[in-house]
């Protein structure tokens, strides 16, 4: 069997199309920060990481590789630079990445602020239609994340 070139491998997985400036993202696997993997001589490594070295070469001793767009699934040398773990927590503290995010502003939010308001409007213990059952039923989420919310452990800050 006939070995692919990782260049050929890894270029098929990234989603070019939204153009040369804008964000390619990494359409295989990624954990759960978003960021993509790809085996490369049997290690997984970070496709971000392998797209910076691609195309400019090995970063020098010590450096690892930084998005620009704050995008974990971008792949885009254009968006990607190379620094130290010093940097890249710089970035992280300008770009407000180290501020918990509550409510909307999580990305793994399932809720809304006006569905909370409704639901916290709505909720009566027990009941068939109104219980936290039947309304995380109703809006497709889990019923321990809108218990939750409804009556108060999450979404504190409405």
Not at 5 to 31: L, Q, Y
Not at 69 to 77: G, I, R, V, Y
Not at 93 to 122: D, M, Q, W
Not at 125 to 134: F, L, S
């Amino acid at each position: 069997m006939k070995k692919v070139p990782i260049e050929d491998r890894f270029w098929s997985k990234v989603d070019m199309s939204a153009g040369e400036n804008e964000c390619w993202p990494w359409k295989a696997s990624r954990d759960h920060k978003g960021y993509g993997w790809i085996a490369v001589e049997r290690k997984m490594r970070r496709a971000h990481t392998i797209a910076y070295r691609l195309v400019n070469g090995e970063p020098p001793d010590g450096h690892l590789i930084r998005h620009t767009c704050d995008n974990p699934p971008c792949c885009n040398p254009k968006h990607l630079l190379h620094g130290t773990k010093v940097d890249n927590g710089r970035d992280a503290s300008e770009r407000n990445r180290f501020n918990p995010r509550y409510g909307e502003l999580n990305p793994r939010a399932y809720l809304t602020e006006e569905i909370v308001k409704e639901c916290r409007k709505r909720y009566v213990p027990c009941d068939r239609r109104n219980g936290v059952q039947a309304m995380a039923r109703e809006l497709g989420v889990n019923m321990e994340t809108l218990r939750d919310a409804v009556v108060g452990r999450s979404w504190k800050h409405i």
